[in-house]
């Protein structure tokens, strides 16, 4: 599955934004899918997670609560609502797909997702 971000930009503390991540391929519909963040002169980090069907979600502990994530599988897309955002929430965020099952804190692992997109920049402004 190949897959592109959009919707990154800036954004003053307290503001919201939405991220899409566009996908290709028909395989999308039974992929879990998954949205990491890199922050600059940080590792790479886990963010959220949804099952194929969207019946199932998790969060880093740091955006529990703000961040939501959702899927369209009639238009192969995935999206990452953030509200509240804070300036530690600057990063260029990247869209995943699992290539394996995987459960709760497992989910978190990056060696489950085998499929990445380009990422999208978000700035927090203070």
């Known amino acids: 599955v190949q897959l592109v971000e959009s919707g990154g930009g800036l954004v003053q503390a307290g503001g919201s934004l939405r991220v899409s991540c566009a996908a290709s391929?028909?395989?999308?519909?039974?992929?879990?899918m998954g949205w990491f963040r890199q922050a600059p002169g940080k590792e790479r980090e886990f963010v959220a997670y949804?099952?194929?069907?969207?019946?199932?979600?998790y969060y880093a502990d740091s955006v529990k609560g703000r961040f939501i994530i959702s899927r369209d599988n009639a238009k192969n897309t995935v999206y990452l609502q953030m509200n509240s955002l804070k300036p530690e929430d600057t990063a260029v965020y990247y869209c995943?797909?699992?290539?394996?099952?995987?459960?709760?804190?497992?989910?978190?692992?990056?060696?489950?997702?085998?499929?990445w997109g380009q990422g999208t920049q978000v700035i927090v402004s203070s």
């Open positions: 995943t797909a699992a290539s394996r099952y995987c459960s709760g804190y497992g989910c978190y692992d990056a060696s489950v997702y085998d499929s």
């Open positions: 391929g028909r395989t999308f519909s039974t992929q879990p």
């Open positions: 949804i099952s194929w069907g969207g019946g199932t979600t």
